[in-house]
């Protein structure tokens, strides 16, 4: 239905489907799904993922004050509520709870004053793919007149190919390189092709941010270099 995003944190709602006839005044049930994409121990999976949040019959169900609502309950911390609360708690969620519940809370709040944060919903983001870490595969050929833009990854609906792997996404670029005739030693003074990787579910509609690796390749018969960012 909509995602809201901001610091690195990314939450997804979802609408879900009644089991039964739902009551006028009967709230809705929402499924979401909370990221923390700041660092790479939280961007494997969702830090949070369920199907029971219950927002005021009084707010739209895909309005701010849903979605600030929800935050608040995701980042409550030890003396915001009963330490039984935190039962069901994995220790992820824990260990993610000590870390940066606290910074999330900020978001949570109402802007009472100048200054305070205003949420920025999107209604029009897909939502972030689960499972393993992705890798988006951009090359270049180093012909044109620069790098451009990149393309989406095929995770979010574009062409840039996504892999799980670095091994794979060498792969891609070979192939990409024998594909485009690309794979044949550049006259001096030109730079040879490379592709540069990126973690796919960073994609946020505009750019994926840094690249995480770099491959070039010296010609038909050299290999694949990797170069860190």
Same mark, same amino acid.
């Given at each position: 239905?909509v995602?809201? @995003?901001?610091?690195?944190?990314r939450l997804e709602?979802f609408d879900?489907?009644?089991v039964?006839?739902? /009551?006028? @005044? #009967?709230r809705?049930t929402? !499924?979401?799904r909370?990221w923390?994409? &700041? /660092?790479g121990?939280?961007?494997?999976?969702?830090?949070f993922? /369920?199907? #029971?949040? @219950?927002?005021?019959? +009084? @707010? !739209?169900i895909?309005g701010?004050?849903?979605?600030?609502?929800?935050l608040g309950?995701?980042?409550l911390?030890?003396?915001?509520?009963?330490?039984?609360y935190f039962a &069901?708690?994995?220790?992820?969620?824990?260990?993610?709870?000590?870390a940066? =519940?606290?910074?999330?809370t900020?978001? !949570?709040?109402e802007?009472s004053?100048? *200054?305070?944060?205003?949420l920025v919903l999107?209604?029009?983001?897909?939502? +972030? $793919?689960?499972?393993?870490t992705?890798? =988006?595969?951009v090359?270049?050929? *180093?012909?044109g007149?620069g790098a451009?833009?990149?393309?989406?990854?095929?995770?979010?609906? *574009?062409? =840039?190919?996504?892999?799980? &792997?670095?091994?794979?996404?060498?792969?891609?670029f070979?192939r990409?390189?024998?594909? &485009? *005739?690309? #794979?044949?030693?550049r /006259?001096?003074?030109?730079?040879a092709?490379?592709?540069?990787i990126?973690?796919a %579910? #960073?994609?946020d509609?505009?750019s994926?941010? %840094?690249?995480?690796?770099r491959?070039?390749?010296s010609? $038909?018969?050299?290999?694949?270099?990797?170069?860190?960012h």
């Open positions: 239905m995602t809201w @995003h901001a610091d690195g944190f709602l879900t489907t009644p039964a006839p739902v /009551a006028v @005044h #009967d809705p929402v !499924a979401y909370f923390d994409l &700041s /660092a121990a939280w961007r494997s999976r969702p830090v993922e /369920a199907v #029971d949040w @219950h927002p005021s019959i +009084l @707010h !739209a895909d701010v004050e849903s979605v600030r609502g929800l309950f995701l980042s911390c030890p003396g915001d509520v009963e330490a039984d &069901s708690y994995t220790p992820r969620q824990l260990a993610w709870r000590d940066r =519940a606290e910074d999330l900020w978001w !949570a709040c802007p004053e100048a *200054g305070e944060p205003c999107d209604y029009d983001a897909m939502g +972030l $793919p689960i499972g393993r992705r890798y =988006a595969v090359p270049h050929d *180093g012909l007149p451009g833009f990149p393309e989406p990854p095929t995770t979010h609906g *574009g062409t =840039a190919e996504a892999v799980t &792997s670095l091994k794979a996404a060498e792969r891609v070979r990409w390189l024998a594909c &485009s *005739g690309n #794979d044949h030693p /006259a001096p003074g030109y730079a092709a490379w592709a540069e990126y973690r %579910d #960073d994609w509609g505009i994926y941010g %840094d690249p995480v690796w491959l070039t390749c010609g $038909p018969r050299g290999g694949i270099t990797r170069e860190a």
